[in-house]
């Protein structure tokens, strides 16, 4: 009887090589897997911020649409030092204050410039570039974003592209 359990627990039991083998694999899939991973969170990441410059500047021509009370101008903003995108509005007795900032990550460029939406002629973009408005790019995805201005009626199209100097 005795032989009997000795020889059921043997069999429960896991060998050395088998234990190592195991290891090995859930290494090489861990290996393997964490940079497709982290390439995806990545890419999430900077088509979020895609998403949010977009909003916050359809935002802004909505607000020139139904501007708040004394508010004269609405601007948008690029800073590629401080890699940030601003949103202002400017009062009737010129003071500006900020109601919206998007911080941008530092693997990503940004390049741009400023859009004003005036609120008496409710036109957006005056002295931009309609071509290209602004321009977000991440080296490490190899992706670029253009953010084009189109006037009447207004809109912001968004193309990709791929990332160049």
Avoid at 119 to 129: I, L, M
Avoid at 130 to 136: G, K, R
Wanted: proline share 2%; with cysteine; net charge neutral.
């Amino acid at each position: 009887m005795s032989d009997v359990l000795k020889l059921d627990i043997v069999k429960k039991a896991f060998t050395l090589i088998e234990v190592l083998i195991t290891l090995a694999i859930i290494t090489m899939v861990t290996v393997l897997g964490v940079p497709a991973f982290s390439k995806y969170g990545e890419n999430a990441r900077f088509d979020q911020k895609v998403s949010e410059i977009k909003y916050g500047l359809e935002e802004t021509h909505l607000k020139m649409l139904n501007p708040e009370n004394g508010v004269k101008e609405y601007i948008f903003e690029s800073n590629f030092t401080t890699q940030t995108i601003l949103f202002k509005k400017k009062n009737a007795d010129d003071t500006v204050s900020e109601y919206k900032r998007i911080l941008i990550s530092s693997k990503d460029r940004i390049t741009g410039g400023t859009m004003t939406c005036k609120v008496e002629t409710k036109n957006c973009g005056e002295g931009a570039d309609p071509a290209q408005l602004f321009q977000l790019k991440s080296q490490s995805l190899n992706k670029s974003v253009s953010f084009e201005l189109q006037h009447d009626p207004f809109g912001v199209n968004v193309s990709s592209g791929i990332y160049s100097e």
